[in-house]
């Protein structure tokens, strides 16, 4: 049996999306989250494990517990009539991958989908917890994106039967927005559900090319620009807010820029408390897209020439 993680990590992802519609929101027409005292793009933790989860499970054949499945009728299965397919807790974490990364709730019931009963006899639900070892938090862009674009066009395909011509589509988009997202990987926890490192590899696969490969029409264009995932040798330890030791640069205002060639992002903060933290990590992980420029202290820099004393990695995914 594979061997639960033991040491605590850090994750920095840097993704960025063109024309684009990185998160909606379902209740303000599903245009792009924006935080309207600093005009930054939000992206919830939610739409980044949605990413992975469905990377996982359509291009690495992974089982997942979090998904949209219909009962022969046709209606959307509860998460309590799937878990009730496992029959056990251990099931569902031995089988799903989803769930030994994100963690998850949902009731238990006895076998036969009876309810549990009191020693009265009255019908009861008990809930089955997991916190998940790998928690993100909200993405956010590194620089002010704006109000977002409105666009409107015509579909051939009338909307009802015996109209003349097509209907109307309409979108909110953002012509750019270069976001960080930040996340942790507790080791307690994972004792918990059993995370071991190959599920660790898949993880970061789903961040990375999971990103790459959502193409549909409100997220074709995103691409991942940097992944660093830093592994430390101590338990119930870690930095902490390695997003905020990163800033970016550019000549254009931030409402301007439109591609990741216009940007630079300033990694002088982070290589410092990654300098000063040295004794306490095993090594940095990294991957790196080729049109993403780095400086630290007014010169272009490499990832694995970030802090002399630490091991950095290229990651194989």
């Not at 990413?51 to 219909?70: N, P």
């Not at 942790?184 to 898949?202: F, G, S, W, Y």
């Not at 490969?213 to 997220?219: E, T, Y």
Request: aromatic letters at 8%; charged letters at 35%; a negative charge.
């Amino acid at each position: 049996m594979a061997e639960v993680i033991k040491n605590r990590a850090e994750i920095l992802f840097l993704y960025d999306v063109t024309d684009a519609n990185p998160n909606g929101d379902p209740i303000d027409e599903n245009k792009p989250r924006i935080d309207e005292e600093s005009g930054v793009n939000i992206v919830t933790d939610v739409r980044l494990k949605r990413t992975i989860r469905d990377y996982l499970h359509d291009f690495k054949g992974q089982e997942i517990f979090v998904r949209e499945e219909r009962d022969s009728e046709g209606e959307l299965r509860t998460k309590e009539s799937i878990y009730e397919g496992y029959g056990s807790p251990e099931e569902v974490i031995k089988k799903c991958i989803d769930i030994r990364l994100f963690g998850g709730t949902f009731a238990l019931k006895k076998k036969g989908g009876k309810k549990a009963e009191s020693e009265e006899g009255v019908p009861t639900e008990r809930a089955f917890a997991l916190t998940g070892p790998v928690q993100f938090k909200f993405g956010r862009s590194l620089h002010r994106v704006g109000e977002p674009t409105y666009v409107k066009g015509t579909t051939v395909l009338p909307s009802a039967e015996k109209k003349a011509a097509g209907t109307f589509w309409e979108a909110y988009i953002l012509p750019y927005s270069l976001i960080a997202f930040y996340g942790i990987i507790n080791e307690n926890a994972a004792k918990e559900t059993k995370l071991t490192e190959a599920d660790v590899d898949l993880l970061l696969d789903g961040i990375w090319n999971g990103t790459k490969n959502l193409i549909s029409r409100s997220k074709v264009g995103q691409i991942p620009r940097l992944l660093l995932q830093v592994i430390y040798k101590e338990k119930n330890y870690h930095i902490g807010e390695l997003d905020q030791r990163i800033k970016l640069l550019s000549k254009k205002q931030d409402e301007e820029i439109r591609h990741i060639s216009e940007v630079i992002v300033d990694v002088t903060d982070l290589a410092e408390v990654l300098g000063k933290h040295k004794d306490k990590i095993e090594k940095v992980r990294y991957l790196k897209d080729e049109w993403l420029t780095l400086e630290k202290s007014g010169e272009r820099a490499e990832v694995d020439k970030l802090v002399p004393d630490i091991t950095f990695e290229p990651m194989e995914l």
